[in-house]
């Protein structure tokens, strides 16, 4: 028996966060899904465990700012309480629950995500100013990073009234690639869902080609035959299919054809071909969830 979708949702009541809620209806994501909305408060809840007897007095700035912060945590459960009840609405037949934490935000999801065995973390691109309590959007690169599941960046789409969904997926011949292909390929989307599959040939592409192969050989010739078993599973799944082969940095192709093609989200491997210690794709997808107008998904595997 297939185990709920374990979905872990970083929310502080900012435009950003909103739009996480509002992406999240154009993610492809199934019914059985267990979810838990996350508030993280910056700041810092000491243990109070030691004894009264042997506690020394606490000075009355000490006690204000452990004041400060506790009323920190509880609006961070509010806010995460209020985005869970917007969860249920849009779907019903979710599992939701919500937590607030005081903690450094990157960390807390980060341990959070690990500690429940998280298959997607979904954050929002940007959160509130640096001067507020609440952070999130400046953490997103960092949980990108350090998290072991799938990681969405979410922002609002810039047609939120149409119903299918149009995804980019780059690709690049490697194993990374072809688990970002596999997870779109298994998520139930809407019907007239389109995939655009999006292949980058810098002059190290070459070189990276060469020593898979072991031979000098045709870089483009090579893309195209590499991803045909991805065409299929793709359109074996009911999604339109479409391939764009073109040379240039990856990252710059990447971003310009999604924004070109008015893509909802940009899907990526976490690693990708490797060629004399380089990452074709795995090294541009931070510059991608950094500068793509749209969502972006990085891909870990997950069973």
């Known amino acids: 028996m297939n185990q709920p979708m374990r979905i872990l949702i970083a929310y502080d009541g900012s435009s950003g966060a909103e739009a996480v809620l509002t992406d999240l209806q154009k993610a492809g994501l199934p019914n059985d899904v267990q979810a838990i909305v996350i508030s993280v408060a910056d700041v810092c809840l000491w243990p109070t465990s030691t004894p009264e007897a042997n506690r020394l007095p606490e000075p009355a700035s000490v006690k204000r700012a452990h004041r400060k912060a506790l009323q920190a945590v509880e609006e961070a459960r ?5 985005a869970s009840e917007q969860l249920r609405t849009r779907f019903p037949g979710w599992n939701v629950a919500a937590e607030g934490h005081g903690e450094s935000p990157a960390w807390a999801i980060i341990q959070r995500a ?5 298959d997607l973390v ?9 001067l507020s309590k609440l952070v999130l959007g400046s953490v997103s690169q960092k949980v990108i990073t350090e998290t072991s599941c799938s990681v969405r960046v979410a922002r609002a789409g810039t047609d939120p009234g149409r119903s299918e969904v149009r995804i980019v ?9 072809e688990t970002a292909v596999h997870a779109v390929a298994e998520r139930p989307w809407p019907a007239g869902s389109e995939v655009r599959l999006v292949a980058a040939l810098d002059p190290m592409m070459a070189t990276a080609v060469e020593w898979v192969e072991g031979r000098a050989t045709n870089e483009r010739a090579w893309m195209s035959k590499r991803i045909e078993n991805s065409v299929e599973k793709l359109r074996a799944s009911g999604l339109t299919v479409t391939t764009v082969i073109k040379k240039g940095d990856p990252k710059r192709v990447l971003i310009k054809e999604a924004k070109r093609w008015g893509a909802d989200c940009v899907f990526v491997g976490a690693r990708g071909l490797r060629g004399i210690g380089r990452l074709l794709l795995g090294s541009v997808s931070a510059a991608v969830v950094a500068r793509a107008s749209c969502s972006v998904e990085v891909v870990r595997s997950y069973e």
Request: hydrophobic share 45%.
């Open 122 to 130: 979904v954050v929002g691109s940007h959160g509130r100013s640096a």
């Open 169 to 177: 997926i780059g690709v690049d011949g490697s194993a990374g690639a």
């Open 78 to 82: 509010a806010l995460a309480a209020k």
């Open 114 to 118: 690990h500690e429940w065995n998280t």
